[in-house]
Each structure stands twice: as structure tokens, then as C-alpha cells.
């Protein structure tokens, strides 16, 4: 399996960016296998920004996105796409699309990646810097 991130660059506070996953050797969508994306900030932790499965009634978005933050898969490009509006300083990161899973526990869900389908490293992600 392999997942490409693009689609990052510099954007003003307020702005917008759509990022794309494109996939091989794992069908989007139709493998019931859930895609999402991370992202890691300097000095941060990598943190799960969202992860959805569409057929399997999989999605997930982190607090800080909801509402701002939107996936969604092109089934013919074999593409999941993460639509970013209303940017801010804080959503500056590197970001990465891996094959996730959900994993609730009690009223919290936590995102892991995916390693049965998606085991290899992580990659270099592409930069979103948001910036004024």
C-alpha cells in the first residue's frame, strides 16, 4: 500500500486548502478500510486530525477541525481529499494520509494507523503553513 500526500503550502489565517491522498494497492472506499490524515506541528506530537470510511459508517474528525475540517474520497481517481477552510496559525503542520482505524473507548475515540493494511514508514507528509 501507498498513500501519497500533496497539496500543502503557505495560506493566510482564514484561508483555505485542499489536500489529496492518492492511493494504490488499497481501494478507497470500497475495502471498507478507513482512511485518514495525522499531522505533527514542531514540537508537537503527531496528533489524529480526522478518519473516515464512508461505506462503513466511519468518521471521525478531531475537536479542533470539526466544522472546518472535511474529507471526502474521488472513488475514480482512487483520492481522498482533506478540504481545509477557515485555516489557522495552530493547523500549521506537517500532514500525512495513512490507512486508521477507530478506536473507542467509553465516550472517547482514539485514531491509530491502520498497520495491516499500511505498515511502511511515514513518510515525508506535506507542509501546511498558515501564516500571515
Known amino acids: 500500500v501507498q498513500l501519497q500526500a500533496s497539496g500543502g503550502g503557505l495560506v493566510q489565517p482564514g484561508g483555505s486548502l485542499r489536500l489529496s491522498c492518492a492511493a494504490s494497492?488499497?481501494?478507497?472506499?470500497?475495502?471498507?478500510?478507513?482512511i485518514g490524515w495525522f499531522r505533527q506541528a514542531p514540537g508537537k506530537e503527531r496528533e489524529a486530525v480526522s478518519c473516515?470510511?464512508?461505506?462503513?459508517?466511519?468518521?471521525y474528525y478531531a475537536d479542533s477541525v470539526k466544522g472546518r475540517f472535511a474529507m471526502s474520497i474521488d472513488n475514480a481517481k482512487n483520492t481522498a481529499y482533506l478540504q481545509m477552510n477557515n485555516l489557522k496559525p495552530e493547523d500549521t503542520a506537517v500532514y500525512y494520509c495513512?490507512?486508521?482505524?477507530?478506536?473507542?473507548?467509553?465516550?472517547?475515540?482514539?485514531?491509530?494507523?491502520?498497520?495491516?493494511?499500511?505498515?511502511?514508514?511515514w513518510g515525508q507528509g506535506t507542509q501546511v503553513t498558515v501564516s500571515s
Open positions: 473516515i470510511a464512508p461505506k462503513a459508517r466511519i468518521s
Open positions: 494497492g488499497l481501494t478507497l472506499d470500497i475495502d471498507y478500510y478507513a
Open positions: 495513512r490507512a486508521c482505524y477507530v478506536h473507542e473507548v467509553g465516550s472517547s475515540y482514539y485514531v491509530h494507523v491502520d498497520n495491516r493494511v499500511d505498515s511502511g514508514p
